[in-house]
């Protein structure tokens, strides 16, 4: 008896681990470009994760310590996660009132950004830092009404490969407006 428990206690924590290593955490993506450790994940208040639900939502929310500006060549001031990860928002949401509407295989590309109460902010009016509720009942940030998001493209700190994605995905501007491309001095003086 005692070893058939045992060996029902072994399979148990193979299979555990074999369903972890299935997924993609950004978590890691952000541990292996930071060297920073993973943050535990987040929950939703009643003891359950933020993103419970569809597989794709259980790995779809990208942590933050708190939100801050960063000057982009390309794009001007952009809105970033605190470790530097570019923040975007979907033209398909809506501010007022904040509604997420990327659900399901779109979690996958674009993880949403969860809210944390007394985050960092810097660079940014804290009365344009809010959440909205998610179908799932996670907590999402929101700048100026708009749900923010990371994207799974962007391998590297600082990068902006969502930007413009479907025309419909575009970087957080400070004022939580979408980030259009800074045109250059063409040569006339600047006029």
Known sequence: MRKMILTLAVAAAAALSLTACDSIDLTKQDQAATGAEAPAAAE???GTPAAAGTAAATTAAATVAGVKVRDDATLGKVVTDWKGWTLYR???DTPKPSKSTC???CLAKWPYVQYA???KIEGVDQKLIGKV???DGALQLTINGWPAY???GDAKVGETKGQGVGGVWFAFTPEGKKAQAVTGDSGNGGY
């Open 44 to 46: 939703t208040g009643n």
């Open 90 to 92: 979907f033209e398909k």
């Open 103 to 105: 659900e399901a295989d």
């Open 117 to 119: 109460e007394n985050m």
């Open 133 to 135: 509720t998610r179908a």
């Open 150 to 152: 990371r994207f799974a």
